[in-house]
């Protein structure tokens, strides 16, 4: 793989379906500089003429370019209707906002809002309706370290706005995804108890609950602010005697498959060995037979009910109060428990904590009847999705795309959840007869709905296409029906096989009937496939463009989509805690978020023209990238808002399309066009002052001017790489190395200070071993001592275990000195630092791999580098692995290193060695990060002290690369025993 080109995938992420593929193929220029207009008719309208004056359609509300007879005609046939924009004083209701402020709590997350939304009516309108679709709204604050949560609701009455512009229609203002709970003239203050609502822990049968995902937390109000009210019960006797309550069946799919009736009895069973959550409860038919599971009680519930069964033998039955119509939805019923059993209640302890038990489960209950469970956890996530994006990134949207978001968010529950299907799968088109989701009742009317809103395309419009869309919806149909598709051709126009290729294959037959279509002899090839295939749908590209403009800015990358919301519920991955606090946006405004976008798909038409061998499409991206970069003004970083421009920076257009020339040095060098290589290095040291890929740039430079001869401006570009700070790790050496070779006399005569220093002698091991193959261009396997095969560093592992010394160890390279690193720093990894927390599914800090992350926190690093370096590593390990075990943090890998290996080898290496390794990482992470030497070994001594070696690992025909002789340098300074062990055959 060409360098650069993993880099740039992870990059583009998930491809997008509709591109301006203008960009890569206008030749009119290299400027695709981008304009707002344009963008935003584009988007609404699916096209537009530049230069027409916008129109504002009286029907819809839409922006439209030039003429609007047309538009009008066809909204006024679909019976669009205007919506008022002014409320009337029954839809007005009082508003409450939150002030929110830092606090940390275990996986919530605290915001300082910025940017302009406050004041735009039209955003306050959509983010309430948002607000009011998006299903159960227990926004509650969870005590990890507590069986009980305070739940306290603070209310700050706001004015009421009125008027077109600044109004705010929705009902329920109020700012939920800020953690509070939303009110509701139905809803009652629940926050008298101790506890009420906990977040959902990781379960597959559970609706992922929204203090899962908007894990936010406020420090309280003042005391002349804060208004609590208590706890609203159901009315029941006050002798305990029993309790009555209200809930749902859930997970029905985990359940068996049996018909329900209104009044079938139920029973209540603990299900104690649940591995995803030990307070589950299954819900069971109370048959005269064998009973049978129908699901389970919500989770909510369940953590107050299971002490209940458990601890004072109460039990549960009751009865289904209703049917759903959906299959899978929640089933309501009502349970009540029998008389008390086991309870002393002259033992005061046990009767309060029984008490705060069963009132907590009452709250629970109560709060459930105005918020239940959402079937269908996808339509959640999208819509949670949807709500953060715009309550942080508003001022990045036009009306257009807003009108489009307004009309989704007004759509069917089963519109929704097919949208959210169908963007989630491949596609781009799909059968419709095909679709089958137990959740969604009725397609057609949910097509309908989606098509109404612009959301989707139908297949009766194909005639509108271009041969690209063609070509898609022939890959809907299989080889059978593409089959039969050329035989009726050919029965109707002989001349469709005479000069065309007869391949079996599915894209040969693809081919072959899109060559008849273009020739012309089938017109009517449209009507054909639709007999094939029957009605296909597919996301609208308008619909396509917003809502991956949304996942985009709410992942801030392109690895991640809404299945990380999924992968959470599930128990897979757990996200560590801090608390994001925002002081600066990333994208200022609209025209930073374009250009990025903009250059993401020409780094995307760069991957897929690498795919596809199409050096030309190549050729174009390299010069798109390189016009782009060479109007670039680098930013002054010398204030503390420039270290933030460091790595925010990966943000920008200019940092994208860098990573596309770089990629574009590597496919020149490929094909031996080493001048133009040159050429775009140069750009890339010129424009990128302040880059810690200028070592790289730098190597690769002085390389490619020795392949065109320049030995003398190769020589100096060397020379000057040394000097320059942003140079280090295996840069700096690989350049050393490059000065003492080419640096010869005539050409030089003083021998460089480094010389003694880069030509350290390192100390050689040499093993010998029985290859398997002794085989060129093929990984070195050896015979180990048990007569199975085995790789290089286990043979050489069996050497130090035996003659070598009696060392113990792990094969690990960087895994465990960056596990380590992680776990000693984690506290200073996620310290509270403004805009390094954007989103709430990092592992990492945006500031990790920059100079910034020690600037910002020299303090903390130091005062935990002192502790390390005075003995306390293995004591910090161990808090550290106690408290955050299995939660995903970069570089930590649970389940390749045991905590017992851990502390041997903290214990072994030291504090001082120790500490030595942890600051390099934490000054320059990105480039110390890989290279580490193959094997860490250690061994105890009688007094629980050790020692520890490092070893390199060399097979036959390898050698150290810069960055391993680098490190190894680095570790022989920091006092660590090292060696490179060279396993070599043995003789026969």
Same mark, same amino acid.
């Given at each position: 793989m060409l360098k650069g080109r993993e880099s740039l995938v992870r990059l583009i992420g998930? !491809?997008?379906?509709? %591109?301006?593929? /203008?960009?890569? +193929?206008?030749? @009119?220029?290299?400027?695709?500089?981008?304009?707002?207009?344009?963008?935003?008719?584009?988007?609404?309208?699916?096209?537009?003429?530049?230069?027409?004056?916008?129109?504002?359609?009286?029907?819809?509300?839409?922006?439209?370019?030039?003429?609007?007879?047309?538009?009008?005609?066809?909204?006024?046939? !679909?019976?669009?209707? %205007?919506?008022? /924009?002014?409320? +009337?004083?029954? @839809?007005?209701?009082?508003?409450t906002r939150p002030k929110v402020t830092v606090s940390s709590v275990e996986s919530n997350f605290t915001r300082t809002d910025v940017g302009p939304r406050a004041g735009d009516g039209n955003i306050c309108d959509l983010a309430s309706e948002i607000s009011s679709s998006d299903g159960p709204e227990n926004n509650v604050q969870d005590e990890s370290n507590s069986s009980s949560v305070s739940l306290t609701l603070t209310t700050n009455r706001s004015k009421i706005c009125t008027g077109e512009s600044s109004i705010c229609n929705g009902v329920n203002r109020m700012e939920n995804l800020d953690g509070l709970v939303k009110l509701d003239d139905e809803c009652k203050l629940l926050s008298g108890a101790k506890s009420t609502i906990s977040r959902l822990e990781d379960s597959p049968h559970h609706q992922i609950s929204d203090d899962r995902i908007d894990n936010i937390t406020h420090s309280p109000l003042s005391p002349s602010e804060n208004r609590t009210s208590k706890c609203v019960e159901p009315l029941e006797d006050d002798d305990n005697s029993k309790i009555l309550l209200d809930t749902f069946i859930v997970g029905r799919k985990f359940g068996d498959d049996i018909e329900l009736t209104i009044g079938a009895m139920v029973m209540l069973s603990r299900d104690s060995q649940n591995v995803k959550d030990p307070n589950a409860i299954k819900v069971l038919t109370e048959d005269t037979g064998q009973s049978k599971e129908l699901g389970f009680i919500p989770r909510e519930l369940a953590q107050y009910l299971s002490p209940l069964i458990d601890k004072f033998q109460l039990m549960f039955e009751g009865h289904i109060t209703s049917i759903p119509q959906h299959p899978r939805a929640v089933v309501p019923i009502q349970i009540c428990s029998s008389s008390i059993g086991s309870f002393d209640e002259k033992d005061s302890s046990s009767f309060q904590e029984f008490n705060s038990f069963r009132r907590n489960a009452l709250?629970?209950?109560?709060?459930?009847?105005?918020?239940?469970?959402?079937?269908?956890?996808?339509?959640?996530?999208?819509?949670?999705?949807?709500?953060?994006?715009?309550?942080?990134?508003a001022h990045l949207f036009t009306e257009g795309e807003k009108t489009l978001l307004k009309s989704f968010l007004s759509l069917s529950d089963d519109s929704q959840r097919l949208f959210a299907r169908l963007y989630a799968r491949k596609g781009p088109w799909f059968r419709m007869a095909s679709i089958s989701y137990a959740e969604i009742c009725d397609y057609e009317e949910a097509v309908k709905g989606l098509s109404e809103a612009e959301c989707v395309s139908l297949f009766e419009s194909i005639d509108k296409l271009q041969i690209d869309d063609l070509k898609e919806v022939l890959n809907v149909l299989n080889v059978g029906e593409l089959r039969d598709l050329v035989c009726s051709l050919n029965k109707s126009h002989k001349k469709i096989t005479q000069n065309s290729d007869h391949g079996t294959r599915k894209q040969d037959y693809v081919a072959r009937v899109l060559g008849a279509y273009e020739s012309g002899?089938?017109?009517?090839?449209?009507?054909?496939?639709?007999?094939?295939?029957?009605?296909?749908?597919?996301?609208?590209?308008?619909?396509?463009?917003?809502?991956?403009?949304?996942?985009?800015?709410?992942?801030?990358?392109?690895?991640?989509?809404?299945?990380?919301?999924?992968?959470?519920?599930l128990g897979i991955v757990k996200y560590p805690a801090y608390n994001c606090i925002f002081t600066?946006?990333?994208?200022p405004d609209r025209s930073d978020l374009l250009s990025y976008e903009e250059a993401i798909e020409v780094a995307q038409g760069m991957d897929e023209s690498l795919d596809e061998n199409n050096n030309e499409l190549v050729s174009r991206?390299?010069?798109?990238?390189?016009?782009?970069?060479?109007?670039?003004?680098?930013?002054?970083?010398?204030?503390?808002?420039g270290s933030m421009a460091a790595f925010l920076s990966c943000f920008s257009a200019s940092w994208v399309y860098s990573k596309v020339i770089l990629l574009g040095v590597s496919f020149l060098e490929h094909e031996r066009?080493?001048?133009?290589?040159?050429?775009?290095?140069?750009?890339?040291?010129?424009?990128?002052?302040?880059?810690?890929?200028?070592?790289?740039?730098?190597?690769?430079?002085?390389v490619d001017l020795e392949h065109v001869g320049c030995l003398d401006e190769s020589l100096e570009v060397a020379e000057k790489g040394l000097l320059d700070p942003w140079v280090r790790a295996g840069s700096i050496v690989a350049l050393q190395r490059r000065v003492l070779r080419l640096g010869k006399p005539p050409r030089r005569w003083k021998t460089p200070s480094f010389s003694d220093s880069v030509n350290r002698k390192i100390v050689e091991v040499h093993v010998q071993g029985r290859p398997v193959n002794c085989k060129t261009g093929v990984k070195n396997v050896f015979y180990g001592e048990d007569g199975k095969?085995?790789?290089?560093?286990?043979?050489?592992?069996?050497?130090?275990?035996?003659?070598?010394?009696?060392?113990?160890?792990?094969?690990?390279?960087?895994?465990?000195?960056?596990?380590?690193?992680?776990?000693?720093?984690?506290?200073?990894?996620?310290?509270?630092?403004?805009?390094?927390?954007?989103?709430?599914?990092?592992?990492?800090?945006?500031?990790?791999?920059?100079?910034?992350?020690y600037e910002v926190r020299r303090g903390l690093v130091e005062a935990l580098l002192d502790k390390i370096e005075h003995g306390m590593a293995e004591e910090l390990l161990i808090m550290s692995w106690e408290s955050h075990v299995g939660t995903a943090c970069r570089g930590v890998n649970w389940d390749k290193h045991?905590?017992?290996?851990?502390?041997?080898?903290?214990?072994?290496?030291?504090?001082?060695?120790?500490?030595?390794?942890c600051r390099n990482l934490a000054q320059d992470y990105r480039s110390w990060s890989s290279g580490m030497p193959d094997l860490l070994l250690w061994r105890f001594h009688d007094d629980y002290r050790g020692e520890a070696k490092l070893v390199e690992v060399k097979g036959p025909r390898d050698r150290l690369s810069e960055q391993q002789r680098a490190w190894l340098l680095f570790l022989m300074d920091c006092g660590f025993n090292v060696e490179v062990c060279k396993v070599s055959h043995a003789p026969i």
């Open positions: 998930r !491809r997008r379906r509709h %591109r301006r593929h /203008s960009l890569l +193929t206008s030749t @009119q220029g290299l400027e695709i500089a981008p304009k707002e207009d344009k963008d935003e008719v584009s988007t609404v309208n699916g096209n537009g003429n530049e230069g027409e004056e916008m129109v504002d359609c009286p029907v819809c509300r839409k922006k439209v370019r030039g003429e609007i007879n047309s538009h009008l005609d066809k909204c006024l046939a !679909r019976g669009t209707k %205007r919506k008022l /924009s002014q409320c +009337t004083l029954f @839809q007005l209701k009082f508003c709250c629970a209950a109560e709060f459930s009847k105005t918020h239940p469970p959402i079937p269908a956890k996808y339509q959640h996530n999208l819509l949670l999705l949807l709500k953060e994006v715009l309550k942080s990134n002899l089938c017109p009517n090839l449209p009507s054909m496939i639709l007999g094939k295939t029957g009605s296909c749908v597919r996301i609208s590209a308008s619909a396509e463009s917003v809502f991956w403009r949304a996942e985009r800015l709410f992942f801030l990358n392109g690895e991640q989509d809404l299945s990380a919301f999924l992968l959470v519920d600066d946006q990333i994208f991206c390299i010069e798109i990238s390189a016009s782009h970069v060479s109007s670039f003004v680098e930013e002054d970083r010398s204030s503390d808002s066009r080493y001048k133009d290589a040159i050429d775009l290095l140069k750009l890339l040291l010129v424009k990128f002052k302040s880059d810690r890929r200028r070592g790289y740039w730098t190597l690769r430079l002085s095969r085995c790789g290089v560093e286990e043979l050489a592992l069996e050497y130090y275990a035996g003659e070598g010394g009696c060392w113990q160890g792990v094969h690990t390279e960087s895994g465990i000195w960056l596990t380590i690193f992680g776990l000693l720093m984690w506290d200073v990894v996620f310290a509270d630092v403004p805009n390094v927390f954007r989103t709430k599914f990092q592992t990492a800090p945006l500031d990790l791999e920059t100079d910034s992350f045991s905590l017992s290996e851990l502390r041997a080898a903290v214990t072994c290496i030291g504090g001082p060695c120790l500490a030595s390794i």
